[in-house]
């Protein structure tokens, strides 16, 4: 084996000998992750709600499949009798409220079911997740807790009230994980992950599939300084990062993947 050969195949095996697992497998972010993790060694569970899309993901991965309910503490319990240990936890299950058409999230005429159904799945079921890792990260020893927050957790969201809301508190819960663990001297790391307009499943009720299509997209892209929208991809190889032990002194830190629309005024190509 060559130099280079070498080289290549230490780079595919950052995740080696780690069990992982990633809410919200089945589509977007969650699959590219699984896709990240599976392409760097890692044995990865998959889990979601959706049981047809989160095989499909296992499938073509090489990775296992459990089917997961993040809002259910019953779901999470039979987990940890199946998995009690892990190394790597990705909360990424999440939804905008919007999914079923138009709502109204904003401050003033958000339902409160409407409001609690977005909180019970982006917020409770990150608080479940990180609650059922330290448990599973304590007994082995270490691990690496990765919430997928949101760009909309750091700034107002006028018309995705409860989105927003959601996110900004998984955003902190990230650092009293972080901290909690370090307190009780655990080797388990929290960190969060804030994507801002990532070309996912989640955008197709606002983006739509009508000759306004491009339109819509260039209009929720036209403030961000790259101009165009994030990849899953993108999101994915932070994940690896974070969850590899080239990470190993990152804790309770958040980081932005935007296109630089939180670093100030948007800035136009010349």
Known sequence: ???EETRETKGNTRLDGKLCVVTGGARGIGAAIVEAFAAQAGSVIVTDKDDTGGRAVADRTGSRFVHLDVTSEADWARFESLHPDIDVLVNNAGITGFEDGPVKHDPEHASLADW???HATNLDGAFLGCRYAIGAMRRRGS????NISSRSGMVGIPAA???ASSK?????HTK???LYCAQHGLNIRCNSIHPAAIMSPMWE??????PDREKNAAAFVKDTPMQRFGKPGEVAALAVMLASDEAAYMT???LTIDGGILAGSAAAPG
């Open 143 to 146: 691990g690496s807790i990765i």
């Open 116 to 118: 609690r159904a977005v």
């Open 168 to 172: 900004a508190a998984m955003r902190n």
């Open 161 to 163: 009230a409860a989105y």
């Open 1 to 3: 084996m060559t130099m």
């Open 205 to 210: 009720p606002m983006l739509g599939t009508g």
């Open 252 to 254: 309770g830190a958040e």
């Open 176 to 178: 009293t994980v972080a």
